[in-house]
């Protein structure tokens, strides 16, 4: 069975530079992964001031959705189901992680894994009914320091190994921040995950040049993602279990520059 996914940090629906809203270019452009599932960082599930400052009532046309950008953002596509899972709160609003799938949710729930009051941070952990098997999904966005981010590692290893132990299908996606690669082993022995790009590579020229120039370097590493108009470091991840990956690619060019300081990765998979 082919699962296609998508990972992408949507920057809470404003551009990185000017901050100006995406929020309708972003709906236009996750239509073009033609994934199954998109697992989303920096969503917002309210925004009163954004709402008030680009909303249809002041600008005559309308800027800014009145839904929350999870549900604004499957809307009439072909994710039919959504989850969202609420980490900063905020006075005029709240964000969080959040999932769009087309197949069903049969369970959701959002792990608090918060390293310090001034840093909220979740893991949100949905549970698929796919035709071949249930799929346990888990959309992560780890902190800004590495110490934290390593106790949300350990954090992230709990939860997998109680909610699927016995070997179930696995996809842990989202923005780790480590752009150091001090996370993936740790994952890989821990959980028995891949990251897409552990066999298939990069297809970053510069990450080509690396390898021919060192041709002993054998471990793996992940795509470059940030920033999304010259992606240099890499801070996103697709770690899978129970798949073959056939494909992965991190979407480069114009349009992605445009809508949030990520570039999202897509990745063709199939269930085992």
Same mark, same amino acid.
């Given at each position: 069975?082919?699962?296609?996914?998508?990972?992408?940090?949507?920057?809470?629906?404003?551009?990185?530079?000017?901050?100006?809203?995406?929020?309708?270019?972003?709906?236009?452009?996750?239509?073009?992964?033609?994934?199954?599932?998109?697992?989303?960082?920096?969503?917002?599930?309210?925004?009163?001031?954004?709402?008030?400052?680009?909303?249809?009532?002041?600008?005559?046309?309308?800027?800014?959705?009145?839904?929350?950008?999870?549900?604004?953002? @499957?809307?009439? *596509?072909?994710?039919?189901?959504?989850?969202?899972?609420?980490?900063?709160?905020?006075?005029?609003?709240?964000?969080?992680?959040?999932?769009?799938?087309?197949?069903?949710?049969?369970?959701?729930?959002?792990?608090?894994?918060?390293?310090?009051?001034?840093?909220?941070?979740?893991?949100?952990?949905?549970?698929?009914?796919?035709?071949? #098997?249930?799929?346990?999904?888990?959309?992560?966005?780890?902190?800004?320091?590495?110490?934290?981010?390593?106790?949300?590692?350990?954090?992230?290893?709990?939860?997998?190994?109680?909610?699927?132990?016995?070997?179930?299908?696995?996809?842990?996606?989202?923005?780790?921040?480590?752009?150091?690669?001090?996370?993936?082993?740790?994952?890989?022995?821990?959980?028995?995950?891949?990251?897409?790009?552990?066999?298939?590579?990069?297809?970053?020229?510069?990450?080509?040049?690396?390898? @021919?120039?060192?041709?002993?370097?054998? @471990?793996?590493?992940?795509?470059?993602?940030?920033?999304? #108009?010259?992606?240099?470091?890499?801070?996103?991840?697709?770690?899978?279990?129970?798949?073959?990956?056939?494909?992965?690619?991190?979407?480069?060019?114009?349009?992605?520059?445009?809508?949030?300081?990520?570039?999202?990765?897509?990745? *063709?998979?199939?269930?085992?």
């Amino acid at each position: 069975m082919k699962i296609r996914v998508a990972t992408y940090n949507i920057h809470k629906g404003v551009s990185a530079i000017r901050s100006e809203p995406r929020v309708l270019a972003l709906k236009q452009a996750i239509g073009l992964f033609d994934a199954d599932v998109v697992f989303l960082q920096e969503v917002q599930g309210r925004h009163d001031l954004n709402a008030a400052q680009y909303g249809a009532e002041h600008h005559g046309h309308k800027h800014w959705p009145q839904a929350a950008q999870h549900e604004f953002l @499957a809307g009439e *596509s072909r994710h039919a189901h959504t989850a969202y899972g609420m980490n900063a709160v905020y006075d005029h609003g709240h964000h969080g992680n959040a999932l769009l799938s087309a197949f069903p949710i049969a369970q959701t729930q959002n792990h608090d894994v918060s390293d310090h009051a001034y840093e909220q941070r979740g893991i949100l952990h949905c549970v698929l009914d796919t035709p071949k #098997a249930q799929v346990h999904c888990y959309v992560v966005h780890l902190g800004l320091f590495a110490g934290g981010r390593g106790r949300q590692t350990t954090a992230l290893i709990e939860a997998v190994m109680a909610s699927a132990p016995n070997n179930e299908p696995v996809i842990i996606a989202g923005d780790f921040n480590d752009w150091r690669n001090t996370l993936g082993d740790q994952l890989r022995r821990a959980l028995g995950v891949v990251e897409v790009f552990d066999q298939i590579g990069s297809s970053n020229a510069f990450d080509e040049l690396v390898r @021919a120039l060192t041709p002993g370097k054998g @471990a793996p590493t992940p795509a470059r993602t940030f920033p999304a #108009a010259l992606p240099f470091f890499r801070l996103d991840r697709i770690y899978v279990r129970g798949f073959q990956v056939d494909h992965a690619e991190v979407m480069h060019g114009t349009l992605w520059a445009k809508l949030s300081d990520h570039a999202p990765i897509v990745s *063709s998979l199939t269930l085992l």
